[in-house]
């Protein structure tokens, strides 16, 4: 599975960006999608995630309310809508894949096999 991320640039604080993240090679039929990101110096963090069966999404808790994570069966793509960014939501954003995620595992990044190249969103206060 490839994967190709995009969709981000340099906002203000408060405006909106959405990241795509398009399958090459297989589907994504029976995986699960998250996004994870990576601010200079800190840890890879989960975001967000949506099972591609019955669609169930999960949230990191630093982002409920203000991001949502969707797909779009026909263009074999996931998409991230970020609102109200601030500056603290700074980072390169990732996106994977895998088929064996499980509930326990979905915030963990090292159970994703597939990564994107990632995309860099900036958010200026």
């Known amino acids: 599975v490839q994967l190709q991320a995009s969709g981000g640039g340099l906002v203000q604080a408060g405006d909106s960006l959405r990241l795509s993240c398009a399958a090459s090679?297989?589907?994504?039929?029976?995986?699960?999608v998250g996004w994870f990101r990576q601010a200079p110096g800190e840890e890879r963090e989960f975001v967000a995630a949506i099972r591609w069966s019955g669609g169930n999404t999960y949230y990191a808790d630093s982002v409920k309310g203000r991001f949502t994570i969707s797909r779009d069966n026909a263009a074999n793509t996931v998409y991230l809508q970020m609102n109200s960014l601030t500056p603290e939501d700074t980072a390169v954003y990732y996106c994977?894949?895998?088929?064996?995620?499980?509930?326990?595992?979905?915030?963990?990044?090292?159970?994703?096999?597939?990564w994107g190249q990632g995309t860099q969103v900036t958010v200026s206060s």
């Open positions: 090679g297989r589907t994504f039929s029976n995986y699960c």
């Open positions: 994977a894949t895998s088929r064996r995620i499980i509930n326990s595992t979905i915030r963990i990044s090292q159970y994703y096999d597939y």
